[in-house]
């Protein structure tokens, strides 16, 4: 140093690092760090700026270091990634993959199936593109919540190989081995379908929000249209709709209530998509199907058990016969002018969730029926 120095300073050193040749498949980075001598480090922190159609994420073997990648993998104004230390780490080893920059985006996505499967404590997630695209591969941008390392990945019906696998982003070949024959000249689009598939944990408590946000494909878009289903158990309902997507479901009599049933069955759906075979969900399950235009980017939806929703419109339906009976003539008037009004409020905001309440209630005006007859 020029001159010795107390308290906070900085020392700024600049060096050079060969990068790998080739970084299509996947390539492992060690980027050596520069460290002081007697001295101890409570804190690392790297900044990494990759150029674009380049991706960055920790090594396998970095789960014997202190590393962590901060803001949950992903890039930061593009470009930048940043991970930190809480140890003295001598090294950041990296994995550096990349898409072909030269290769033209000739990706098409067609026809797109979203299938949410919600269960006591668990969800499961399924999404089928039908794409056409004249590259090699194709890559797929995973949900924040997606557990990178348990996705499973079909093209066309088969498991697909997987070139680079980094955070939140999923590279796979759509071409064949080079021993198959091309089932199209090389630049002439060919179909494929795209399969994503994963589990993860959930937390639900008596009236739940779901905030549910597919899978992308890094492609252009035609006007093409788009299913999501939903999957709940039998005594689970939807009392909130997503107000991006129109629902696809039809209102009939399913041997107790009325309740929606899917226009189209998930055989249907495979078929429309051209996805894989895969075990449907019971006769007993509430399914919901909602359509729309692409790109559909997150919704929300609000789910409450059935017991709970018949409870409630009960005591609402319980307590409006009561006021009508033990309340002045003069007020009852307008109560039913004030019920009336928020009874239409409520079925012009939440359609769905009128429909299953004023069902619900019908137990509540039995009830407060008979027993404004026993009093009487």
Not at 317 to 337: E, T
Request: hydrophobic share 45%; proline share 8%.
């Amino acid at each position: 140093l020029p001159q010795p120095q107390i308290g906070k300073f900085a020392l700024a050193a600049r060096y050079r690092v060969a990068a790998p040749q080739s970084a299509t498949a996947g390539s492992l980075l060690q980027v050596p760090l520069a460290m002081p001598v007697e001295a101890r480090i409570t804190q690392q922190r790297v900044s990494v700026r990759v150029p674009n159609g380049a991706f960055l994420s920790l090594a396998t073997n970095a789960d014997a270091s202190s590393w962590k990648a901060t803001g949950g993998g992903r890039p930061k104004n593009g470009t930048g990634y940043e991970f930190e230390a809480t140890r003295a780490e001598p090294t950041l080893p990296l994995t550096m993959s990349s898409v072909d920059a030269t290769t033209p985006s000739t990706t098409v996505v067609d026809r797109v199936w979203l299938q949410t499967w919600i269960a006591p404590a668990i969800e499961q997630d399924r999404a089928a593109f039908h794409i056409r695209s004249s590259n090699s591969q194709a890559t797929i941008e995973l949900p924040p919540d997606a557990p990178s390392g348990e996705v499973e990945v079909l093209v066309d019906g088969r498991t697909a190989q997987v070139t680079s696998r980094a955070a939140g982003r999923i590279v796979v070949r759509l071409v064949r081995d080079q021993g198959d024959p091309p089932d199209a000249s090389p630049g002439e689009p060919t179909a494929h379908t795209l399969e994503v598939r994963f589990r993860r944990p959930i937390q639900q408590s008596l009236v739940t929000r779901h905030r549910l946000t597919p899978p992308q494909i890094d492609a252009t878009t035609e006007l093409s249209q788009v299913y999501w289903q939903v999957i709940l158990p039998a005594d689970q309902h939807i009392v909130d709709s997503p107000a991006q997507l129109a629902s696809a479901s039809q209102w009939q009599w399913l041997g107790a209530f009325w309740g929606q049933s899917p226009a189209l069955s998930q055989a249907d759906l495979e078929k429309w998509v051209t996805a894989s075979t895969q075990i449907g969900p019971a006769a007993t399950d509430n399914q919901y199907l909602f359509s729309g235009l692409l790109p559909v980017a997150s919704i929300e939806l609000v789910t409450a058990p059935r017991w709970l929703i018949v409870f409630a419109a009960s005591m609402l339906a319980m307590a409006f016969v009561f006021g009508l009976y033990y309340l002045p003539v003069r007020l009852r008037s307008w109560m039913l002018i004030v019920i009336a009004s928020v009874i239409a409020a409520a079925a012009v905001s939440y359609p769905t969730g009128a429909v299953l309440l004023a069902q619900a209630a019908a137990t509540g005006v039995v009830l407060a029926t008979i027993s404004v007859f026993v009093m009487r």
